[in-house]
T-cell receptor, first 112, second 113 residues
Framework: RKEVEQDPGPFNVPEGATVAFNCTYSNSASQSFFWYRQDCRKEPKLLMSVYSSGNEDGRFTAQLNRASQYISLLIRDSKLSDSATYLCVVNRNTGTASKLTFGTGTRLQVTL | DVKVTQSSRYLVKRTGEKVFLECVQDMDHENMFWYRQDPGLGLRLIYFSYDVKMKEKGDIPEGYSVSREKKERFSLILESASTNQTSMYLC????????????FGDGTRLSIL
């Protein structure tokens, strides 16, 4: 089983739609969680951290379910510019430096 | 804003060459990382460093080495390049302590012929 699993998609949605991605992780000792966004042929960029209580940043909402070991990302009112690959990332503190494990990403394509 | 700078965007080398990829960050971060990213495999950690002159192997260290002589600079070395090392290489840095996000450079697309 992969440490972090995501549906690769693609998710094709019209502008204005709401779309949700889920991600599962295998290590119950994982301590913190992130969503990154990666545009084609670009580097990953931090979209948001995911907190236990859930958190929102504008049109983006992230939630964590520790009991079921999954993380979700909800995008409301999708824009064309949201088209990208969304990487679910789990941080496991090794004791020396925090190590990130990346999912392979979910591709989103927002269309007119 | 955090700035992580990789020395080259595109690089073409030949099999057997020794290849150096350089990375510099300007935020005084303790931790630095080297990944490679391949289609269908995602990002895989090659090596990381949590302090000057300190290094630890990641998930796929074979065929690579690293050097961290100064806090801001982390170099990845391909001792004898092979065609299966053709990939996108990404450097990242983060603050010390646990649970910190990482910030990435633009990446180096390396082709080994």
């Amino acid at each position: 089983r992969k440490e972090v699993e995501q549906d690769p998609g693609p998710f094709n949605v019209p502008e204005g739609a709401t779309v949700a991605f889920n991600c599962t992780y295998s290590n119950s000792a994982s301590q913190s969680f992130f969503w990154y966004r990666q545009d084609c042929r670009k580097e990953p960029k931090l979209l948001m951290s995911v907190y236990s209580s859930g958190n929102e940043d504008g049109r983006f909402t992230a939630q964590l379910n520790r009991a079921s070991q999954y993380i979700s990302l909800l995008i409301r009112d999708s824009k064309l510019s949201d088209s990208a690959t969304y990487l679910c990332v789990v941080n496991r503190n090794t004791g020396t430096a925090s190590k990130l494990t990346f999912g392979t990403g979910t591709r989103l394509q927002v269309t007119l | 804003d955090v700035k992580v700078t990789q020395s080259s965007r595109y690089l073409v080398k030949r099999t057997g060459e020794k290849v150096f990829l350089e990375c510099v960050q300007d935020m005084d971060h303790e931790n630095m990382f080297w990944y490679r990213q391949d289609p269908g495999l995602g990002l895989r950690l090659i090596y990381f460093s949590y302090d000057v002159k300190m290094k630890e192997k990641g998930d796929i260290p074979e065929g690579y080495s690293v050097s961290r002589e100064k806090k801001e600079r982390f170099s990845l070395i391909l001792e004898s390049a092979s065609t299966n090392q053709t990939s996108m290489y990404l450097c990242a840095s983060s603050q010390g302590g646990g649970n910190q996000p990482q910030h990435f450079g633009d990446g180096t697309r390396l082709s080994i012929l």
